[in-house]
């Protein structure tokens, strides 16, 4: 049987040559560990962002990023982890604000006009350019696909429970599922316009839109 590196001999003996790895040792080598991810992720983006991603592969991740190839498919397997990585990596840009919008103090009214501050906020035309990218590689890579579909479901859902927020203020039977979905649905199609028409009053449509969708909660007479 072969002899784990606990620094004993086979004999089960403390071998006083065998390499130790302290406690702060292993966190030395986790922060840097993390340090090299951070930077192919890093590197996956700027090469998503500026439309590479026909080209995109693990090898020109590692050059742009100083780190070697053989080091980068240490940290992921393949091209698409890689990918399934940029798709995490973004969350904090684009939902997590969302999240914490819904999920802040206050009532349905409060809760709504937070999260059309974030709506009509224009975003940032890097994170724009990875989305696209990130669609485009979704047509031809089902782990890619499976991973945004993911990511889009949580931005959804946070439709969903903003509309569930205003049912508990006023009661009823309304699902709120639908309008959530509904408004996201339309949020993304507002989006797509604004990008091509810039004369397009977002936070005019979304607002009243959201209002026309809360004005169908409550009991029904």
Not at 17 to 29: D, F
């Amino acid at each position: 049987m072969a002899t784990q590196a606990t620094g004993t001999d086979p004999a089960g003996t403390p071998d006083a040559t065998a390499p130790r790895t302290t406690g702060a040792g292993r966190a030395r080598t986790s922060a840097k560990g993390e340090q090299t991810r951070a930077r192919l992720i890093a590197a996956a983006r700027i090469l998503l962002a500026g439309g590479e991603a026909g080209r995109f592969t693990t090898r020109n991740v590692a050059a742009l990023s100083g780190v070697s190839h053989g080091m980068c498919h240490y940290h992921f397997a393949d091209r698409t982890d890689l990918i399934v990585a940029v798709v995490a990596d973004i969350r904090p840009e684009w939902i997590a604000p969302l999240e914490e919008a819904v999920a802040g103090p206050g009532g349905y009214a409060e809760r709504a006009e937070r999260v059309l501050a974030l709506l009509t906020r224009p975003e940032s035309p890097d994170l724009a350019r990875l989305h696209a990218a990130l669609h485009w590689l979704a047509l031809n890579d089902e782990r890619v696909r499976v991973a945004l579909e993911a990511e889009y479901g949580r931005w959804r859902s946070c439709f969903v429970r903003l509309f569930r927020a205003l049912l508990d203020e006023r009661g009823g039977d309304t699902d709120p599922a639908p309008l959530g979905e509904a408004f996201a649905a339309a949020v993304d199609g507002i989006a797509a316009i604004g990008s091509l028409d810039g004369t397009v009053d977002t936070a005019r449509v979304l607002r009243t839109l959201l209002d026309a969708l809360a004005s169908t909660v409550g009991p029904h007479r």
